[in-house]
């Protein structure tokens, strides 16, 4: 669908671009302010350049060391959820069932977590994983495994990855649900008289067609990850030490907690760049799968076409000449 | 059983495993829950509950976060109605450019906005309303509400606005009289998701207000008293706000398959 | 390559069906011979893809057997039938070739590689697709995917009957004659039962030599096109079948003798003993009506009342009215008339008699 030009659509626009810049634009432009100068107290700030930022990216600085390891920490956290929930998040997909009660009933409870405030899931988690009086840390306890997310590293980080997985694995799941429920029967039919098996249906006819869901699930489930702050922040409130100390934490704990804000702006500003350029390739992919199934190239040989025009008097003549009879 | 039956039911008891248990917590008293382990609540008692009800500080809880959400909801989805209907429908000087913009802010970290936000509401007075963290989820609900929008819209056949326009309605008239009816699905999915990021957002939330406005999932953080975690209480409160999310996802069971699609698939 | 026999097959959906209202599908006894190229003709609802699908394996019928040559079928799996399907929309696996589309099949029941190469160039040629073979199939036009998937059934050698359920929907008007054609050449080379589904009479009365005319839920006539046409078994079959279809107007019958609203008709046919109670009909088709000026037919005439004139081409068709019976007839060509009075003549040996429906054989006169 070709669409049509006009600049009056500005105004239908506008509104929205208002709003978004009054929302973004502003107060990144706080922060790019802030990001270059340096204070003393008392509202008095003078010019530092590109002194925070040199700062930040310098890993031999305490700085530059503690944001590096924020980074690898969260990138090592988003890299293993994906990891999870993706082929999890297929496989419920695929277990669905096809009709009836039972559908509207999963789609129900599976869609539940997404809809808990995030910091009353890490509520959920903490009284459910304390080995005092959570069912699963006593649980773990009491067979002899020594679990405690409060004390362990590895201990946090399987809980908070675990939640990670109880929150989120549905979005893909009910993602990629939508994509198998737009699979018409026929696809089916046509490969159960090809004889295909199961695996070969799902690499050929489920997977092919989910792809586009899937990237959208990948993007927002790395973006989301990438962000979490409040689930990690409820749960262990960045510890064991810094075990679970992920950039979002580490950021508010600079700028809200220790009022540092040349540094934080600073970090905030690379934090949001990372993020803008995986969006964009994210995106940029995602446009030409889009233009990939929508151009369909209509070439046909002008010999068939040719054909085609022979064959029509032939095939026009039986209904036509009844008459005759 | 067939496996894919078996993925199922084990998908749902770990869902549904640590919500039992929250409610179960909330049913008991604080003694039962120090004193040991028990699987049910022994002694069932609704004090928590009762308190939450009658303690204006912790329904009031309730009432802030719904007011900014019931707000934002309705402005993003306002907001979003016309520009989206622009993206679908024409093109015009940096549409597209303009389109990733603002889909990026979706994905900008709340984190980054935290302190920026507070000194920019503070200054115009905003601070500690429920406009203010409105305002503040329209960064991140308004570009989503375009996105999914759009992608409604753009099932819609051109032919109906063109049709509309020959029979003599005018613009306004004919976006709600026939335009809207045709994409009510559409919004519907973007409202619920809308109240989704609204509603279980906390960063933002909590930053941008401190007494008056102060919504529920901050008052959650603050239930360690000198005696201790009150641990009845704040899982009755984790409870109550699973409830908001169950009423709305129950009565938009039988658009989730299409709404997660977003109207894209 | 088989024979199909459908053995008293009736189908409903729901659960426990009471009457004949419950059944999609009314018992059916039918015999598809092998090399046959069919049609299954009627409107949308008829019942018609209910009947494919207990073909290919898709549902199994409530009642009844099917039979592959003599081997009972009726409860195996679609993948143990040896048949092939093409559907209404064209289903290629997208993120393949064409060439790993047509040797899809053949892999899957682990064919020697050497046999499919040369199967698939074999089939690829037939189809006109050896150009395109090593493409990505989802960039392709709609026919060319109809021919993939026409290919995917025609790779196997062993494949017994070839259905198809509406092909040629979603192809281009100009297309359709071509894929139609290909479909009546590769009949002729490769002696296949073929069936075609479809509501289109000319696809069915170009397609098939053999066209089953399916109606409510049941079969209402089986025969070749020239035997639909000219002696239609229903009235739905003589309305549904010609365009216009057959002129129908209640009569009553005695021996030779028909008469509509006060006119008597003369008949090629005697007949005795009509059932009594029913509803009777003459059936006549347009083709056999012919419209000549007031007092100019030759032989016997009727005077009807011309409403209006439509030139359609090759013939003019006129809409007239026999004592007030709205009825079709052809206008000859050069024929001229003035005013709405004018004569009809019908050829006697074109005229039938129904009986609630259907055909009533008649005696020779």
């Known amino acids: 669908m070709t669409k049509t030009v006009n600049q009056k659509a500005w105004l239908l626009v506008l509104p929205v671009f208002a709003v978004v810049a009054f929302s973004a634009v502003l107060p990144l432009m706080t922060v790019v302010n802030y990001s270059v100068q340096d204070t003393f107290g008392n509202n008095q700030f003078f010019w530092n350049g590109l002194g925070w930022f040199q700062e930040l990216l310098d890993p031999t600085s305490q700085f530059g060391e503690r944001f590096f390891d924020s980074?690898?920490?969260n990138l090592l956290f988003s890299a293993i959820i994906l990891a999870i929930e993706v082929p999890l998040g297929i496989a419920v997909a695929l277990s669905m069932p096809r009709e009836g009660r039972s559908v509207a009933f999963c789609l129900v409870l599976m869609a539940l977590p997404l809809l808990i405030p995030w910091n009353v899931v890490g509520t959920i988690w903490q009284v459910f994983a304390r080995s005092d009086i959570g069912l699963l840390g006593s649980f773990l306890n009491r067979i002899g495994i020594d679990y405690n997310y409060a004390g362990s590293a590895l201990a946090a980080w399987v809980t908070i990855v675990t939640m990670d997985v109880w929150h989120w694995t549905s979005l893909v799941a009910l993602l990629c649900y939508a994509g198998l429920k737009s699979i018409p029967d026929a696809y089916y039919q046509a490969a159960r008289i090809d004889g295909a098996s199961q695996w070969a249906i799902f690499r050929t006819i489920q997977l092919p067609k989910m792809r586009?869901?899937?990237?959208i699930a990948v993007l927002l489930r790395f973006m989301d990850s990438f962000m979490i702050y409040t689930e990690p922040f409820v749960l262990t409130g960045g510890g064991p030490g810094n075990a679970t100390t992920f950039l979002s934490i580490d950021l508010v704990k600079l700028?809200?907690?220790?009022?540092?804000?040349?540094?934080?702006?600073?970090?905030?500003?690379?934090?949001n760049l990372i993020i803008l350029s995986v969006c964009w390739v994210f995106y940029t992919v995602m446009t030409n799968v889009d233009a990939g199934n929508r151009t369909v190239l209509t070439e046909s040989d002008p010999a068939d076409a040719a054909a085609a025009a022979g064959s029509l008097p032939q095939a026009t003549t039986i209904p036509l000449d009844r008459r005759a009879a | 059983m067939r496996p894919r039956h078996v993925v199922m039911t084990l998908y749902l008891?770990?869902?549904?495993?640590?919500?039992?248990?929250?409610?179960?917590?909330?049913?008991?008293?604080n003694q039962e829950i120090n004193s040991g382990m028990t699987l049910w609540p022994h002694a069932i008692t609704f004090d928590n509950y009762i308190r939450i009800f009658t303690d204006p500080s912790w329904y009031g809880g309730y009432l802030n976060s719904l007011s900014y959400v019931a707000i934002n909801t309705v402005l993003s989805i306002g907001l979003a109605l016309p520009a989206a209907y622009a993206f679908s429908r024409y093109s015009f000087i940096g549409d597209k450019h303009l389109?990733?913009?603002?889909?990026?802010?979706?994905?900008?970290?709340?984190?980054v906005f935290a302190l920026p936000f507070f000194n920019l509401y503070s200054a115009v007075g905003l601070f500690d309303t429920p406009w203010a963290v409105a305002l503040a989820h329209c960064l991140f609900n308004v570009p989503l509400a375009v996105w999914i929008l759009e992608g409604f819209m753009s099932g819609v056949p051109r032919e109906i606005d063109e049709t509309a326009a020959i029979d003599g309605y005018s613009f306004p008239r004919f976006f709600v009289k026939i335009f809207m009816p045709l994409i009510a699905s559409g919004i519907g999915v973007a409202a619920f998701f809308c109240f989704m990021f609204s509603w279980v957002e906390l960063?933002?939330?909590?930053?941008?207000?401190?007494?008056?406005a102060k919504p529920i999932a901050a008052t959650m953080t603050r239930t360690v008293s000198a005696a201790g975690m009150d641990w009845g209480l704040l899982a009755a409160a984790g409870v109550l706000t699973i409830v908001p999310g169950a009423l709305v996802i129950w009565f938009v069971r039988n658009y989730i398959a299409k709404g997660f699609a977003l109207g894209r698939v | 390559m088989a024979r199909i026999t459908l053995d008293h097959l009736a189908h409903a959906y729901g659960p426990n069906p009471q009457g004949p209202q419950d059944y999609a599908l009314k018992e059916i006894d039918h015999v598809w011979r092998q090399g046959g190229a069919y049609a299954l003709l009627g409107p949308s609802g008829c019942g018609k893809s209910t009947l494919l699908n207990i073909i290919s394996g898709l549902v199994v019928p409530t009642r009844g057997r099917i039979l592959f040559d003599d081997r009972d079928v009726t409860t195996v799996p679609t993948e143990g039938r040896n048949i092939a399907q093409v559907f209404q929309f064209p289903v290629v696996y997208d993120t393949m070739t064409v060439r790993e589309n047509l040797a899809f099949p053949l892999k899957n029941r682990r064919v020697a590689p050497a046999t499919i190469r040369s199967r698939v160039e074999e089939i690829a040629g037939l189809l006109d697709l050896t150009r395109v073979l090593d493409r990505r199939a989802n960039n392709l036009t709609a026919d060319m995917k109809q021919k993939i998937s026409l290919g995917r059934g025609l790779v196997r050698p062993d494949v017994a009957a070839i259905l198809f359920d509406e092909p040629l929907t979603v192809i281009d008007p100009h297309l359709k004659w071509q894929l139609r054609s290909t479909l009546k050449e590769l009949h002729r080379k490769l002696d296949l039962t073929m069936i075609y589904v479809t509501h289109d009479q000319t696809e069915a009365l170009t397609f098939a030599d053999t066209v089953v005319v399916m109606h409510d839920g049941a079969v209402v006539q089986t025969g070749t096109p020239d035997e639909l046409f000219e002696r239609p078994a229903h009235t739905f079959v003589g309305h549904f079948i010609g365009s216009p279809g057959m002129?129908?107007?209640?009569?009553?019958?005695?021996g030779a003798t028909a008469t509509i609203e006060g006119h008597a008709i003369p008949l090629a046919r005697h007949y005795p003993d009509l059932p009594?109670?029913?509803?009777?009909?003459?059936?006549?088709?347009?083709?056999?009506?012919?419209?000549t000026p007031k007092g100019l037919g030759k032989g016997f005439t009727l005077p009807v009342q011309v409403r209006r004139i439509d030139d359609i081409g090759r013939q003019r068709l006129a809409r007239v009215e026999l004592g007030g019976r709205p009825l079709v007839a052809t206008v000859a060509e050069g024929q001229s008339l003035d005013g709405t009075e004018a004569a009809l003549t019908l050829d006697p040996r074109q005229i039938h008699i129904y009986a609630d429906g259907a055909l009533v054989p008649g005696e020779a006169a």
């Not at chain 3, 129908?248 to 005695?254: D, G």
């Not at chain 3, 029913?278 to 012919?290: A, D, F, M, N, Q």
């Open chain 1, 71 to 73: 980074l690898w920490r």
């Open chain 1, 212 to 215: 586009r869901v899937l990237l």
């Open chain 1, 255 to 271: 700028a809200l907690g220790q009022f540092d804000l040349g540094r934080a702006a600073a970090m905030s500003l690379v934090y």
């Open chain 2, 13 to 29: 008891l770990f869902l549904m495993v640590p919500i039992y248990w929250l409610v179960n917590m909330s049913l008991k008293t």
């Open chain 2, 99 to 111: 389109f990733f913009w603002l889909l990026s802010n979706r994905m900008a970290p709340p984190a």
């Open chain 2, 203 to 212: 960063l933002l939330a909590r930053t941008l207000t401190s007494v008056d």
């Open chain 3, 247 to 254: 002129n129908l107007l209640p009569a009553e019958v005695r």
């Open chain 3, 276 to 291: 009594k109670g029913k509803r009777i009909e003459l059936g006549v088709r347009p083709e056999y009506v012919h419209l």
